[in-house]
């Protein structure tokens, strides 16, 4: 779960890719994993998600 770039870890880098993915300017190469919330939607509410990851590393 966050893992979006599929390098192993959860990172700034994935967090870059979900973020250029919500603002159209990007591709994601892994969608099951940036759906962090576990809703079907890829949006806002991952974006938050994702930061608290990061913050609990």
């Not at 603002?23 to 930061?51: H, P, S, T, Y």
């Amino acid at each position: 779960m966050g893992d979006i770039n599929g390098d192993g870890t959860v990172s700034i880098s994935d967090a870059v890719d979900l973020q250029k993915y919500l603002l159209g300017m990007g591709k994601l190469a892994n969608w099951k994993n940036a759906d962090i919330c576990q809703d079907g939607v890829i949006d806002a509410f991952d974006m938050v998600e994702m930061r608290r990851l990061i913050i609990k590393k």
